[in-house]
């Protein structure tokens, strides 16, 4: 399967400050990546789709203003929580999707966790 | 809408025996299933990808599909403790987006 690595794998930070994930492709040059939330115990939510060189979608109810994403490359897309507040707190995971059959890779994940 | 349900569980099974999960699909027209395990505070890892009908075995893990009846199942044989997750099944709609169940938690006891 493709390889997808996400930085920072965990991050603590204090309510008001931006916080920014990368999730990069290691293998394979990706024009669309998603990315995930997970709160404990729940499913995944889709939050939005990022698609290189072009405006992410976001999935309803997903505020575009708070949650910017950017996918300047083929290899790279970057998750921005701005103004995060303690809700923010969850489990954000990007994946790529490669094959024939649309199957998706998952990145690690990163644990952001706002005080 | 495309819907994909799963039992919750916890299903509990022994170690040795066979852990059978289920999912059903609203969408008659998917064509890929995929099943991906989660452990606890990690990402989904694809185990199990399957598109015809019938079965499909990769080592203790077979998939089986009955597009008829809507129905995909993952057998684990042999089950063992580090099989203990929750187990997502999960199927490709419009813009190669995944729809997932709710997933199904797997308890293997020594």
């Known amino acids: 399967g493709a390889v997808v690595s996400q930085h920072p794998s965990r991050v603590i930070c204090k309510s008001g400050t931006s916080v920014k994930i990368e999730c990069r492709s290691l293998?394979?040059?990706?024009?669309?990546m998603f990315w995930y939330r997970q709160f404990p115990k729940q499913s995944l939510m889709l939050m939005a789709t990022?698609?290189?060189?072009?405006?992410?979608?976001?999935e309803q109810g997903v505020e575009k203003d708070k949650f910017l994403i950017n996918h300047a490359s083929l290899t790279l897309s970057t998750l921005t929580v701005t103004s995060a507040h303690p809700e923010d707190s969850s489990f954000y995971i990007c994946?790529?999707?490669?094959?024939?059959?649309?199957?998706?890779?998952f990145g690690p994940g990163t644990r952001l966790t706002v005080l | 809408q495309k819907e994909v349900e799963q039992n919750s569980g916890p299903l509990s099974v022994p170690e040795g025996a066979i852990a059978s999960l289920n999912c059903t699909y609203s969408?008659?027209?998917?064509?890929?299933f995929f099943w991906y395990r989660q452990y606890s505070g990690k990402s989904p890892e694809l185990i199990m990808s399957?598109?015809?009908?019938g079965d499909k075995e990769d080592g203790r893990f077979t998939a089986q599909l009955n597009k008829a009846s809507q129905y995909v199942s993952l057998l684990i044989r042999d089950s063992q403790p580090s099989d203990s997750a929750t187990y997502l099944c999960?199927?490709?709609?419009?813009?190669?987006?995944?729809?997932f169940g709710g997933g199904t938690r797997l308890m293997v006891k020594p």
């Open positions: 999960a199927v490709p709609n419009a813009g190669n987006m995944l729809t």
């Open positions: 990022s698609n290189e060189g072009s405006k992410a979608t976001y």
């Open positions: 399957i598109y015809s009908n």
């Open positions: 293998d394979f040059q990706a024009t669309t």
């Open positions: 969408d008659r027209g998917s064509q890929s």
């Open positions: 994946s790529l999707d490669r094959g024939p059959y649309n199957e998706q890779f």
